[in-house]
């Protein structure tokens, strides 16, 4: 119901919150903000807000769910009533169903999953605000919470958002440009395996954008990565000897 | 169909054993005397998309509300009102005894006790949240997630509805050649009381307020009783299966009366606002 | 061996180590031919190998680990025990007439051995090894902090049990059952075992607990309000 289109990018390429095309939003980490799970951490990305939860090595319930060889990874993505605009009815929606899957797989990807045979990690990604970048965002939180819990895991796994908007490639999209621009590609990312282990894309990119959409990308995970190292580490600090 | 709670969390006997033997003394797990609340925290406005919110936490147990409105047709039977519903989510994040799923029975039960204290304390005055009588009024939708559970998630939850709704920040609609439009402009929720609950646990013939989770499991019954300003009782629920005492009930009142005062005073310190 | 890391570094997982395939121990793992971590905590040589000692992660119970348990469930030949989280072990007694004398029953509190640890389950040894524990307050505790509960040869749970004039059976699993001559000094324990498990890696902890129990015991630490 817009008279007037929104420009979303200008003639200097400043994008409608002031970032310049390769800009991260500002990105905060708690790690062990809930007391109730084995492992949690607090992530905002611009206004985007995201808890995520993990419990386990845990009982599988029903019992006979339970993987003879190895854990069973479950993932339950889902956001209040009101993270976004319009509110959202309780229950989960065939969105939320979607993204906890690729969720899942991204973290299935790098769980050593059969060092508990018999027992099921459950990762709960909870969104209170969303404005772009949610799936993604919950990724990098999931996988904070997953280190913090002590479950052994191959590497971090860092993750944004890259796109098209007024064939501009930009870096971590917020909900407007997500909405209004021409592609959204989440893609996460665990860097010690060089490898991908979250990839979407809603829209269209030519080869050579998707070229440069991957690069963008991978700067974003890099400086994503790094934030997710210092605060574990920031978590762990006062290190000394033990006396065991 | 309500199946009873099989999945309970598993308590050893010595530790019910305990409670109540420190119970006797008047002493608790953690230092409190049987009648203390423990520490509450209140944050509000967190969830700038929601046109009021609030976390708050009681001990290490939290509540997130948000309140988002829409414009829909009053009720029939009240016109000149506009209307508010409470819905509420055990998340599955907050303990290990919430699954993931539809709202279970505790989800429900929540909502409902919670919406009953709002409504039954006129806490909200409905009719400002009127438009056009008959056709269009304002509905607030007030939404319970419980995202961190050691104990009561009642009490908090009421807090936290009860921030939410004095610092909303409602979008204001007006009438212009008989078209609804958005003026740009938000309104307070000017809130006409402030109603609190208080939730007991009992064990045998003692009772202790703001149970934690280790005493929770180890309570014979557990009331919620909710209370106004004017020394009002404007909720009861017993929320647990387990025989009630009767002749506890009137102290368990007058306690709920004097710890409604101690929050309503805590409340208003944190918020600056008066009633 | 080259390492890359400095000895008691707090490594985090993805966090290359060495060269060393051959030599990967417990919280690491193998890449092509080099060691990285696999989960975050310090990174140490261990009987030649190159390991990482989690700041948390479950417990994985070993042959002889003493731990505490909850009778779940009363089977004709034996019981089954909750270790907490995920852990239910068995004790198995083909004799029924041992089971019935051993009597117990679901929610009743036991003391017992791992037997044995291993694809199969979790078993406990049966017979005189098996402590019922009738009465004392049963507190649990991450099971990757309670190390740091007993200290290096017992220091930190011998000054506790000290300082606080209580008994205390510590089981590796992470539960704890604490008997006090008054409820101010299971208090006192209590809280001793909160502060390790918030503040287990940090410097002069043993001090700090001792100044807890000792403020509390002394009626400074607000126990009467």
């Not at chain 1, 665990?190 to 991957?214: D, H, T, Y």
């Not at chain 3, 090894?129 to 007993?150: A, D, Q, Y």
């Not at chain 3, 300082?163 to 006192?188: H, Q, W």
Request: with cysteine; aromatic share 6%; glycine share 8%.
């Amino acid at each position: 119901m817009k008279d007037e289109k929104i420009r979303l990018i200008n003639e200097e390429g400043i994008r409608i919150d002031g970032r310049r095309p390769e800009e991260l939003r500002p990105l905060r980490i708690e790690i062990g903000v809930l007391d109730k799970s084995d492992g949690s951490a607090y992530v905002e990305l611009g206004k985007t807000k995201i808890f995520a939860a993990v419990f386990g090595p845990r009982e599988v319930h029903p019992k006979h769910l339970a993987l003879p060889d190895r854990a069973l990874l479950n993932c339950r993505y889902h956001m209040t009533s009101f993270s976004v605009d319009e509110r959202k009815p309780l229950g989960m929606t065939r969105r939320e169903i979607e993204l906890s899957k690729v969720i899942r797989e991204a973290l299935e990807s790098v769980v050593f999953l059969e060092e508990f045979p018999r027992t099921s990690i459950d990762v709960y990604v909870e969104v209170i605000q969303a404005d772009g970048g949610t799936r993604t965002a919950g990724l990098t939180a999931a996988s904070l919470a997953l280190a913090e819990a002590g479950i052994p895991i191959a590497d971090l796994v860092a993750a944004v958002a890259v796109g098209k908007v007024e064939g501009h490639i930009v870096l971590d999209l917020c909900d407007l440009e997500d909405k209004f621009g021409e592609a959204d590609m989440p893609i996460a990312i665990a860097p010690r395996l060089n490898s991908i282990v979250l990839l979407q894309l809603n829209g269209r990119f030519s080869k050579e954008e998707f070229k440069k959409a991957l690069e963008l990308a991978k700067k974003g995970i890099h400086e994503i990565y790094q934030k997710q190292k210092e605060a574990l580490k920031n978590k762990f600090s006062e290190v000394s000897l033990m006396e065991v | 169909m309500s199946i009873s709670q099989m999945k309970k969390s598993l308590t050893a006997r010595i530790v019910q054993e305990k409670i109540y033997n420190l119970l006797v003394q008047g002493k608790r797990l953690d230092g409190r005397s049987p009648t203390d609340i423990r520490p509450i925290n209140i944050v509000t406005g967190l969830v700038e998309k929601a046109d009021g919110s609030a976390l708050v936490s009681i001990g290490g147990t939290k509540i997130l509300v948000g309140i988002k409105t829409e414009l829909g047709s009053p009720y029939s039977d009240r016109p000149r009102e506009g209307s508010f519903t409470v819905n509420a989510e055990l998340l599955p994040l907050a303990s290990i005894s919430f699954e993931p799923g539809p709202p279970d029975e505790r989800g429900v039960e929540l909502a409902r006790v919670v919406d009953r204290s709002i409504r039954e304390s006129k806490c909200i005055d409905l009719e400002k949240l009127c438009l056009i009588e008959g056709e269009k009024a304002y509905i607030l939708f007030i939404d319970i997630y419980v995202l961190d559970y050691d104990g009561n998630y009642y009490d908090p939850s009421t807090i936290a509805v009860l921030a939410a709704l004095a610092t909303a920040k409602i979008p204001k609609y007006e009438v212009v050649d008989g078209k609804i439009q958005k003026t740009g402009e938000y309104f307070n929720l000017q809130l006409q009381s402030l109603p609190f609950t208080v939730t007991f646990g009992i064990i045998r013939e003692k009772f202790l307020v703001d149970p934690q989770i280790e005493e929770e499991s180890a309570l014979d019954v557990s009331v919620i009783i909710g209370v106004d300003e004017k020394n009002n009782v404007i909720s009861i629920q017993k929320n647990s299966p387990g025989l009630l005492p009767e002749n506890l009930l009137e102290q368990m009142i007058e306690i709920a009366l004097e710890k409604g005062t101690y929050i309503r005073q805590k409340f208003c310190e944190i918020l600056k606002i008066n009633i | 061996m080259p390492l890359y890391f400095s000895e008691r570094e707090i490594v985090l997982p993805g966090q290359l180590l060495s060269d060393d395939s051959k030599r990967s121990g417990e919280g690491t793992y193998v890449l092509g031919n080099k060691v990285y971590a696999s989960t975050v905590g310090f990174a140490t040589i261990k009987n030649d190998k190159v390991c990482v000692i989690p700041f948390k992660g479950a417990y994985t119970p070993q042959p002889g680990d003493r731990v505490i348990g909850i009778v779940i469930d009363v089977k004709p030949n034996g019981f089954e025990v909750s270790l907490g989280r995920h852990l239910i072990a068995t004790i198995r007694m083909p004799d029924k007439k041992e089971v019935q004398a051993l009597n117990l029953k679901v929610g009743e509190v036991v003391y017992a051995y791992v037997k044995e640890s291993g694809l199969r389950g979790v078993f406990l040894e049966a017979g005189e090894k098996i402590k019922k524990i009738t009465s004392g307050l049963l507190v649990s505790m991450h099971p990757s902090k309670i190390p740091r509960l007993i200290g290096r040869r017992g220091s930190m749970i011998n000054m506790i049990k000290k300082e606080t004039g209580c008994d205390m059976l510590v089981g590796r699993n992470g539960f704890i059952v604490i008997k006090g001559p008054s409820p101010l000094s299971e208090y006192a324990a209590v809280s001793a075992i909160k502060l390790i498990e918030k503040e287990a890696h940090s410097q002069g902890l043993t001090e700090r607990v001792e100044n807890l129990i000792r403020s509390i015991i002394g009626g400074e630490a607000g126990y009467e309000r």
